[in-house]
Nanobody, 126 residues
């Protein structure tokens, strides 16, 4: 399982950086996705990074504000969240693709991912 951390309270317009720790073999073999679940809503994809070539994909709602990256030396995938909005409030999870080492063209579907760990809560409020 992956372990997400780094959540907390931020003000609108503020920033947070989330971390997702995984084994080296996992990061070398599978794409990693970040998802979030807002209160009363479904789990939705946010961003993905390919293990094949480091390419990235973002959902429209976070493009230009969030950045996904990885540090192979630390076996960690990061989600840098800037210009936070109240609607970014959610529990954030990271997960591995079930078999692909790339980010799928059609986006992030929950069914394509596995190894969900405990999420980390992000609250954006003034």
């Amino acid at each position: 399982q992956l372990q997400a951390s780094g959540g907390g309270l931020a003000k609108p317009g503020g920033s947070l950086r989330l971390s997702c720790v995984a084994s080296k073999s996992t990061l070398d073999r599978y794409a990693i996705g970040w998802f979030r679940q807002a209160p009363g809503e479904e789990l939705r994809g946010v961003a993905c990074i390919s293990s094949r070539d480091g390419s990235k994909r973002y959902e429209d709602s976070v493009k230009g504000r969030f950045t996904i990256s990885r540090d192979k030396a630390k076996n960690t995938v990061f989600l840098q969240m800037n210009s936070l909005k109240a609607e970014d409030t959610a529990v954030y999870y990271c997960a591995t693709d079930r078999w692909a080492d790339y980010c799928r063209e059609y986006g992030l579907l929950v069914a394509d991912f596995q190894s969900w760990g405990r999420g980390t809560l992000v609250t954006v409020s003034s």
